[in-house]
């Protein structure tokens, strides 16, 4: 592996770098001589192969590299790859004239890597080529070697006429899949190219400060002396930094105190909404990894109860981490939330917050392996569940109480189609109009979209039962 070449990229976009998290995973099977592009290109084989998540293979792999620079490097090639998928595999198709075969994803992985390096990284090209064509070896495929340099050189002769055909094509130029800009399209007439571009750039890192512990003022002193800037967010997250640069949560002061917990502010604006008062009974429906529950019991430390029910046991665990770590308390239950004859006791709640399982479509910048993954058909069972978690949920609300729908999508399918139809359905709940500086007014909530206000995209509505 050439390091000073790798010193470069790193250095190039090194303020990109997201934190890496490093989960207690399984290490997979791989070479102890495997590079960054290496483990890069069997990450993207077994996400594109198995269908699996970046967040759920690419720590396990991480592992396998010694060296911070090559674990960010490999990070940035998969997540580099994954937010250009549509643009780079489109590429390939003009580029390569023949079937690359099923079980060898893992040099189609190599090729998408060596062309994003090309477009969105500064390496010098004839640095792309050798660096590239060597990892063939990596992969025990050394009869690719000749493909991988071709294609490659074949790029750098051809680019300017290539990148006339990507401009001309809408799902390559954007790097989404067609389904989805069909749909963002007719969702969003007049601004969906910006939510495109706003999917395709990097996340800022947000903090949100448990209040019940710090002072978000003092806070950001002790951040800034540890020579972390930042900034307060606007006044609508009251608990809000916004940090100049994403760093490591490690080195965040009082991160394991539980003084400061990771979230974008859009997902940090239940509080206000669920109208908290001391002595209520509160239900998070869906609380893993616990991020709103916390905050919820960070603004109102005197509600009576609050009760987190999560179905996946893994993320359970998590929940009850999350809690743990900011030294929290609430009644926490493993259940699927539906079937109430298995958890619930009969006493109604003040307040019941529903974050529901969701596309995802409104923290693509996050997840940018969404587009590759995501199916209309997984649309269409999200939208099943919402809606079962609607109707199940309802009668255990107290009458004039509030329950929150939240969905970090900005598909209307999933969101305002939702709370109408529920609506419609229910002669006892009505809509409680959400007056606010920040996202847009839909008919019956409120929508952030990703990159405005520097926020994800995440859809709000408050329903109370007459
Ligand atoms: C959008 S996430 C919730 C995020 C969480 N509120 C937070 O802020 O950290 C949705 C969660 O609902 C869980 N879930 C999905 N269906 C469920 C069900 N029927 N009952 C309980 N939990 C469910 C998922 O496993 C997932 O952890």
Request: glycine residues 6%; charged residues 20%; aromatic residues 8%.
């Amino acid at each position: 592996m050439n390091s000073s070449l790798d010193d470069l990229i790193f250095s190039a976009s090194r303020q990109h770098y997201k934190h890496l998290i490093f989960l207690l995973m399984p290490r997979p099977s791989m070479s102890s001589q495997s590079g960054p592009r290496a483990i890069a290109a069997l990450v993207i084989q077994r996400l594109l192969d198995k269908r699996q998540t970046l967040s759920s293979i690419l720590p396990g792999y991480l592992k396998g590299l010694v060296h911070k620079k090559d674990q960010a490097l490999a990070q940035e090639l998969c997540y580099g790859v994954m937010r250009w998928y549509f643009q780079l595999d489109f590429l390939l198709g003009i580029l390569v004239n023949k079937h690359i075969k099923a079980k060898d994803t893992d040099i189609k992985a190599l090729l998408l890597i060596g062309l994003y390096q090309f477009r969105y990284l500064r390496t010098p090209p004839h640095a792309v080529v050798s660096a590239t064509v060597e990892v063939c070896n990596e992969l025990h495929k050394s009869w690719a070697k000749g493909l991988v340099n071709a294609v490659l050189r074949s790029y750098q002769r051809k680019s300017k006429h290539l990148l006339r055909n990507v401009e001309a094509d809408l799902s390559a130029r954007y790097s989404h899949p067609r389904w989805l800009l069909d749909i963002l399209k007719n969702d969003y007439p007049d601004c969906w190219q910006e939510i495109v571009t706003a999917n395709n750039s990097y996340p800022p890192m947000a903090l949100r400060v448990n209040t019940g512990k710090v002072a978000r003022d003092t806070y950001m002193t002790m951040l800034n002396q540890a020579g972390i800037t930042a900034h307060r967010a606007p006044p609508w997250t009251p608990a809000g930094i916004m940090l100049d640069n994403p760093v490591d949560v490690n080195k965040l002061p009082e991160f394991m105190n539980g003084y400061v917990s990771v979230q974008d502010l859009a997902a940090q604006l239940s509080p206000d909404l669920l109208d908290l008062k001391p002595h209520l009974r509160v239900l998070d429906a869906c609380a893993a990894p616990g991020g709103k529950l916390a905050h919820i019991l960070e603004s109102e430390p005197g509600l009576n109860e609050a009760v987190g029910i999560e179905s996946d046991r893994f993320r359970f665990g998590r929940l009850q981490q999350t809690l743990d770590r900011l030294q929290l308390k609430a009644r926490l239950i493993h259940a699927d939330v539906r079937e109430t004859a298995t958890w619930w006791d009969g006493v109604e709640f003040d307040r019941i917050l529903l974050d529901a399982p969701c596309s995802a479509t409104g923290v693509i910048r996050r997840h940018p392996d969404i587009k590759v993954l995501r199916t209309p058909a997984d649309i269409e069972t999200v939208i099943t569940v919402q809606r079962e978690l609607l109707s199940a949920l309802w009668p255990l609300l107290k009458t004039g109480g509030k329950l929150l729908y939240v969905t970090c999508s900005i598909l209307d399918s999933e969101n305002d189609q939702r709370i109408r139809e529920f609506l419609n359905k229910h002669s006892d709940a009505r809509s409680i109009i959400i007056d606010a500086d920040w996202g847009i007014n839909t008919h019956h909530g409120r929508q952030t979209l990703p990159g405005q206000n520097n926020m994800d995209g995440f859809y709000y509505a408050c329903v109370q039962k007459t």
